[in-house]
């Protein structure tokens, strides 16, 4: 997975996976680490700590998670990346305490309805997998900050992610998005947003109304010119080079006369420039 929420994540995984070996059945704590331990089925064992908190399966070999998932009530943050999930449990939803789930790297082809069920849930990681849509039901995710999509088969953003009106931040680089609908304005609070690697051709104008971005990327797509509305993103600080980088990033796209040229100025050119358009 590739952008932010990936290193960060990644990262986490590495400093977890020293962790030393526990004991499933006898385990009083409330985080269980089971990361790297070649599983290809969970421990039957597992199911029968219902006061877990944390839950981590990351990098096993794990190709379905059954639904005793259920029986797990109090979980708050389950990860289970770089498995070869095909799918999640419909009992998913029933973990209603459920604020952080990492399921990225696995071979989701589908995303069931009852994951709206979650209704704590704070992130939300999918990168990584073979997704070509969310179900509509995922608009009641209204508590979801941070959300990532990357490297999926997106060949439009699903409309329930312009419901998720608590974003702050929203991964979707390396999809086959051809646009963005109006309908992002509504993402008010979004501080990142990354479409990079895309085929987009256009930007919207609602896209301008999100005054809080610090970060959007739109590298890498098909990009000639830009709405004329664009210098309203004064959060946005400079041209971005570097790929975490806080700012505009736009340069790696086919840009026509004369935004091409004014850009070389810098982010304040081509705000003047939009200004007296």
């Not at 997998?129 to 179900?135: E, F, G, R, T």
Request: aromatic letters at 4%.
């Amino acid at each position: 997975m590739g952008g932010v929420m990936c290193h960060q994540e990644v990262m986490e995984e590495r400093r977890n996976s020293t962790t030393e070996e526990v004991s499933i059945r006898h385990t009083e704590n409330k985080v269980l680490m089971l990361a790297r331990r070649g599983l290809k089925e969970v421990p039957e064992d597992l199911w029968e700590l219902q006061d877990l908190q944390k839950l981590n399966l990351s990098l096993n070999s794990l190709k379905n998670f059954p639904p005793q998932t259920a029986s797990l009530c109090n979980l708050v943050v389950l990860n289970l990346w770089g498995n070869q999930l095909s799918s999640l449990p419909a009992e998913i939803g029933q973990l209603k305490k459920l604020r952080v789930l990492f399921a990225y790297r696995n071979k989701l082809t589908e995303v069931p309805e009852e994951l709206s069920l979650c209704s704590q849930l704070e992130v939300l990681s999918l990168a990584n997998n073979q997704l070509v849509s969310l179900p509509s039901s995922l608009s009641n995710l209204s508590r979801l900050k941070k959300l990532n999509l990357s490297h999926n088969l997106l060949v439009h953003v699903p409309t329930c992610v312009y419901s998720m009106k608590a974003l702050v931040f929203l991964h979707l680089a390396g999809n086959r998005l051809e646009n963005l609908a109006e309908n992002i304005q509504a993402l008010l609070e979004l501080k990142i947003l990354i479409v990079e690697g895309n085929s987009l051709h256009a930007l919207p104008k609602g896209l301008c109304c999100l005054s809080r971005l610090e970060l959007l990327n739109l590298d890498f797509n098909d990009i000639k010119d830009v709405p004329q509305e664009l210098h309203q993103l004064i959060g946005l600080e400079k041209l971005a080079c570097h790929r975490l980088d806080k700012g505009l990033h736009i340069v790696h796209n086919p840009l026509l006369k004369p935004i091409r040229e004014v850009l070389e100025g810098g982010l304040s050119a081509l705000y003047s420039y939009l200004r007296a358009s």
